[in-house]
C-alpha cells in the first residue's frame, strides 16, 4: 500500500487541482492500494473529488475519546465520516505535540473498538541509529503501543525513521528490508492469531529511490509526506509500486 500523508498542508484550490491530476494519471495505472490522508478539514474535500476511483481515504490522527476536549476528533466522528485508516503515533505527534507511547496506545485501542484500521508509525532517532540501538527501540515502541491488546487483523506498521523524515537522508533499503522482517517478527509471536502485518517504509521516499525499496520483499509499501504534495510525483511512485509488487 502506498499512503500520502499531506500533513498540514493543501488549500481547497489546490487540492481540486491535485485530485484533477491525480485521476488522469491513476486511469492508466489502475493499482488497488492507495491511501491519502489529508487534514481533517480537507477530508470530505478529498473524498468527494476521488469518490469514482478505488482509493482509501484517512486521518493523520485522532483523540482517544469525544466529549469536552475542545480542538479534537473523536473515534466517532471518524466513524462519521466513513474513514478507511487513521495514522496514530507519528513522530512529529510524538515530538511536537508530547504524546508517548502510552497515549498511542490508547489511541490504538480507540481504533481497535471501533474497527478502524490503525496505521501504527514507529521510528529510532539518528542518535539510536548510530547506537545500534534501532531494534531495540522499535520493540519497545511496538509492545507499548499494541502488545496485549487485540492485534486487528488490519493492523499496518510503518517504519519511519525519525532522522529520515523530510531530510533526504534514508538508511539502506537491505537494512529496511531486515527491519521490517524483524518487525513483523515481533507482531507475529505476540499475536494469537499468528498475524504478520504489513508494513510499510517512511521517510525520503522520492521517486528515485523507491524502486530501490519496493524491490525488497519485506517492505509493503510506503508512507510518503513530501513527494506526496506533486500528483505527478505520487502517481510515478505508485507505478513503481504497482510494477514491483502488484504485477
Ligand atoms: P517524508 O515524510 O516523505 O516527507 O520524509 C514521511 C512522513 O513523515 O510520513
Known amino acids: 500500500m502506498i499512503i500520502a500523508n499531506w500533513k498540514a498542508n493543501g488549500d481547497f484550490e489546490s487540492n481540486k487541482v491535485w485530485c484533477n491530476r491525480f485521476i488522469e494519471r491513476m486511469s492508466s495505472i489502475g493499482s488497488k492500494s492507495i491511501g491519502i490522508a489529508p487534514s481533517h478539514l480537507h477530508f470530505n474535500q478529498i473524498k ?4 469514482d476511483h478505488d482509493i482509501e481515504i484517512g486521518f493523520q490522527d485522532i483523540d482517544i475519546e469525544g466529549g469536552a476536549r475542545t ?5 466517532s466522528m471518524a466513524i462519521d465520516s466513513n474513514i478507511s485508516f487513521c495514522l496514530i503515533g507519528h513522530s512529529e505527534r510524538r515530538e511536537i505535540f508530547n504524546e508517548d ?8 485501542q480507540a481504533l481497535t473498538k471501533h474497527n478502524i484500521k490503525p496505521i501504527l508509525c514507529i521510528g529510532e532517532s539518528y542518535k539510536e541509529f548510530q547506537a545500534g ?5 522499535l520493540q519497545s515502541q511496538i509492545e507499548k503501543c499494541i502488545l496485549g491488546k487485540t492485534i486487528q487483523e488490519n493492523l499496518i506498521i510503518a517504519y519511519e525513521p525519525i532522522w529520515a523524515i523530510g ?3 534514508t ?11 524483524f518487525i513483523k517478527d515481533v507482531v507475529q509471536s505476540a499475536s494469537e492469531k499468528n498475524l504478520r502485518p504489513k508494513v510499510l517504509y517512511g521517510g ?9 525499496f519496493f524491490v525488497e520483499k519485506n517492505i509493503d509499501g510506503a508512507l510518503i ?14 507505478e513503481i509500486f504497482s510494477r514491483h509488487k502488484e504485477k
Open 167 to 169: 531530510t533526504g537522508n
Open 48 to 51: 468527494s473529488d476521488l469518490k
Open 133 to 137: 540501538k534501532t531494534e531495540k527501540k
Open 171 to 181: 538508511p539502506k533499503p537491505k537494512d529496511v528490508n531486515t527491519i521490517h522482517e
Open 101 to 108: 507511547n502510552n497515549y498511542i496506545s490508547k489511541k490504538y
Open 204 to 212: 525520503s521516499v522520492n521517486k528515485l529511490n523507491a524502486p530501490d
Open 71 to 75: 480542538g479534537s476528533i473523536s473515534p
Open 225 to 238: 509526506g513530501g513527494a506526496s504534495l506533486d500528483a505527478n510525483v505520487f502517481s510515478d511512485i505508485i
